[in-house]
Structures are given as C-alpha cells and as structure tokens.
C-alpha cells in the first residue's frame, strides 16, 4: 500500500481519518472492491431502464413535485444536465475550500457504495478535482437540508459538465477555462447521475466534520486555559479530585478533571495554601461544565460517523436484489438536531470561558484590577474582556436552534424539511467564535499568571508560559490588544492540542 495514498473502499472511515487525509494531503484512489460496485450498479442500472414502459423516478421521469412526467430515453442527458442547471441556486457567503475538500471526499465516499448508479468516469472526474485541487466554489445559503443539500451539492456538481466557477490554487476561476487547460472534456451525465450527485447530505456532513475536528481540539484548549486561570486566580485543587467524579461519573467530567490534574501536576501555587474557602463556579465546575460539552462532542462524532458512512442520495439502486427504490436517506434530519446540540455545547464552552476572564480582571485575589501595573492610566485588560462578552453573546444568539423550523417546498411534495444547513452554518460561526473566546481567555490567564511570582505554575504550563512569551510580550502598559490577539489565536492553532 502507497502511504500517500487513500483508497476508498467500504470500510469505516473515521473523523480521524478525515483528518488525516486532509492535514497529510493524501490523494484518492477507488479500491478494485469500489470500482466493482461501482460498474455493477451502473450495468443493473443501464439494463433495467432499457426495459419497455419501466418508470423510474429521477430517472426516466422529472424531479419533485414534477415526478409524474416521463421523459422520452433520447432526452435523458439533456434532463440531468438541466437538473444540475436549475438547481445551482446558492447564494451568499462562500464556503471555505477546506469544507468544499471534504465535502468532495464525503461525496466520493457516498458514490463509491454501488447503490447510487453514479459511472465510474464521473466518480473519477471528482477525484481528479480532489487530487488536483480544484474546489467547486459553493455558496452558504440555499439548502433545506432535506431532498439532500440540493443548490450547495448543485454547485458542487457543476464542474463536472463544465459550468460554474472552481478554485484552482486559491484562485477563483471558471470552470471552462480551467478544463481547457488541462486538455479535458466536459462530462455528459448519463440516467440518475445528476440526482445522485445532488441528493445527499454533503454539505450538513462536511460542516459537521470540520466543527468536530475543531471542538475537539477547543475542548482541549479550554481545558488548558483553566488550568492557567486556576492557578492565576490561585484557586484550589479539591474540585478536581477523582473522588468527587468516581460517585458522578460521567466520561466527559472524569476526563476533564483528569486533565487539569495532568496539567497541573508540580504547581507551586496550587500547592500554596489557600484562603479563599471556595472557588466560582466558573473555576470550580469546570469539570462538571467542559464535561458535558466533551460528552456532547462524542455523541455528535457517533452520529456524523453513521451519516458519512452512508448513502443518502435517492432513488437508491439494489442490484442484487433487482431493486430500485425511492427513499428519503438524503434528509438531514440526523445532522440538524445534532449540529444545533453541538452549537449548544460549544457555546457553553465560551460562556464559562467568559466568566473567568471577568473575575481575572476584576481586581479580586491580590491581582491588579485589569492586569495592568498602573490601572487607571493603563486600561489593561478591561476591554478584551468586552470583546469576549460580546461574542459569547452572539453565540448564545447563535443557539436558537435551526432544527425546529421547517418550510414547505417543491408544491407542498417536500413538505418537511430539516434545515440542516442552517445549523451546520451557524453551528461553523459558533465554533470560530468559540476560537476567539479562548485565545482571549489564554491571553488574560497568562497575564494573571505573572501576578503570581515569585510562585511558579506546573512545569507544563510554565513551559506554555516560555513559549507564548517569546510570540506576545507581558503587558506592562496600554498596546493595541487586537494585535496580541491575533497572534494568540495564531500560537494556539501552531500547537497540537
């Protein structure tokens, strides 16, 4: 086996694989066992619609509500071609090429299953695109998440018959000039490929498993912040017994207290005796709070495991046993539901977040009011903890869940819908505020930290202490903090959290 190389396969594929694929830039290659699958249901397919008076929707009849109308064999072609037309509709912001790169694996994954009638040149157009880097550029808004992530997967698909505009090395351009240069032709899209390029849940799925990737890492993240920030705060240790969590025990709020223990195994201050009797709850429940965020990640990971491992485009196409049948696997619903609970959680995370930069600026426990020397010339830290308020509120806003709406469409045909994309959209901006949350709290956590001394942290936070130093210099009087928090946020994405 070429390590460069991914094949896919039937086999389980993994968010850690996603990853892994993604980071080390692996290319795609299918598997004999896929490109088999992949012939046979094409054959079974190209069979069956030969048959006299046989009518199968999508395939030889139109799409939605049109679905009672035959189309004559000599206009199959034209009919894909035009459903990938009619159906680009997006609109809005664009979706970031990592999100597009594994929406294209997602999709490729999707296909490669034998039950969605896709040829095999098609499929191997889009890993060409994939392993040449050529990004359908998609847009946010247009998707009920539930005939599949119609208009966005749309876009998606345009490329392959030579419409719309891709990213070529970071660079917008369309796609016939692009083709052209590669020296190759359009596809001609042959029964049902359009609707299975179209029906799926690539767009819910792809947003979902770059906001887990991410959480994962932020979870960790606020884990370390606490860390400093209860030494910082010179809290105590007891709350982080295992004790305490073996008569609780929830996975989440065992690790998360195992975690802080970790951290600040060898702490001068920690060991330092207390006078405070009890810590907030910001500090105090922390495993408790980080916990329950942490156990929302792995049931959301269990579920977008199951959806990425799945087909979901329609009608689906059983070769063996000679049947073609129309379902409803492209409805998001799975995602919707989970999405807005992982928006909740992540939003949690920057909540309690918030609320340790307020008590480590306000001048309580010996600290300086606002972390500064001279406070009263010197703003300090007063304004940073703004900018966290205000974005740990538009998260909470961020928090109505999407899940619960549904709209009517296609003349009442697809009458409930899931609105998956909505909360995959916003479950995103959630997660990149959540970011920004934490690189502030990690910003004002170090400043504390030094309010501390001659009194040293654990050996692996002092060591964090070291390395964020030489990056952002301790704050002795008023900078511009934008800059630090850039280059906060920058520190922290560099570390292997």
Not at 35 to 50: S, V
Request: proline residues 4%.
């Amino acid at each position: 086996m070429h390590h460069s190389i991914h094949y896919i396969s039937s086999k389980t594929l993994s968010l850690k694989q996603i990853n892994k694929i993604v980071q080390d830039e692996l290319k795609l290659e299918l598997s004999e066992e896929s490109q088999t699958a992949i012939k046979k249901c094409r054959n079974f397919l190209d069979n069956k619609t030969a048959e006299k008076n046989a009518t199968y929707y999508g395939i030889n009849t139109g799409f939605g509500s049109l679905c009672d109308i035959k189309i004559s064999p000599d206009e199959t072609e034209t009919l894909q071609r035009n459903l990938v037309m009619s159906h680009a509709t997006g609109i809005g912001d664009l979706v970031p090429e990592t999100i597009v790169q594994i929406m294209l694996l997602l999709k490729i994954q999707n296909l490669s299953y034998g039950h969605s009638g896709i040829a095999l040149e098609t499929i191997n157009r889009l890993i060409y695109f994939y392993n040449n880097k050529i990004y359908p550029v998609i847009y946010q808004l247009g998707s009920l998440g539930a005939s599949g992530d119609l208009a966005p997967l749309a876009h998606l698909s345009l490329p392959l018959i030579g419409e719309g505009k891709v990213w070529q090395n970071g660079v917008q351009k369309n796609t016939k000039e692009v083709l052209k240069s590669l020296s190759l032709e359009p596809l001609r899209l042959q029964s049902k490929e359009g609707l299975a390029l179209l029906n799926g849940t690539q767009f819910c799925s792809g947003y979902a498993v770059w906001v887990l990737i991410q959480s994962i890492k932020l979870n960790n993240q606020a884990d370390i912040n606490t860390a400093i920030a209860l030494d910082a705060f010179d809290c105590r240790l007891s709350p982080f017994d295992q004790k305490i969590h073996r008569v609780r025990p929830h996975a989440g709020q065992i690790k998360t207290a195992e975690n802080i223990r970790a951290l600040l195994r060898g702490s001068e201050i920690a060991n330092n005796k207390k006078t405070a009797v009890q810590d907030p709850y910001s500090f105090r429940c922390v495993p408790q709070v980080h916990g329950a965020s942490r156990d929302t990640i792995a049931y959301v990971t269990s579920v977008v495991e199951t959806e990425i491992n799945s087909v979901t485009d329609n009608p689906l196409i059983f070769p063996d046993e000679d049947a073609i049948l129309s379902g409803g696997n492209f409805h998001a619903q799975p995602l919707a539901l989970v999405l807005d609970f992982l928006a909740i959680a992540l939003s949690e995370l920057g909540s309690i977040s918030e609320k340790r930069i307020f008590k480590l600026v306000s001048g309580d426990r010996d600290l300086p009011a606002f972390l500064v020397d001279k406070p009263g010339l010197n703003s300090g830290m007063m304004i940073a903890q703004y900018t966290a308020a205000s974005i740990a509120s538009q998260n909470k806003q961020l928090c109505t869940p999407a899940s619960v709406d549904t709209i009517v469409s296609s003349n009442g045909q697809e009458d409930h819908v899931s609105m998956g994309a909505n909360a995959a959209t916003k479950t995103y901006r959630v997660t990149e505020n959540l970011e920004r949350i934490l690189a502030i709290e990690f910003m004002i956590a170090m400043q504390a930290l030094h309010y501390r001394r001659p009194l040293k942290s654990s050996p692996i936070v002092e060591q964090l202490f070291e390395d964020y130093r030489e990056v952002v210099a301790h704050l002795s009087e008023d900078r511009i903090l934008h800059n630090d928090m850039m280059s906060t946020i920058e520190f922290l994405r560099k570390r292997d959290f």
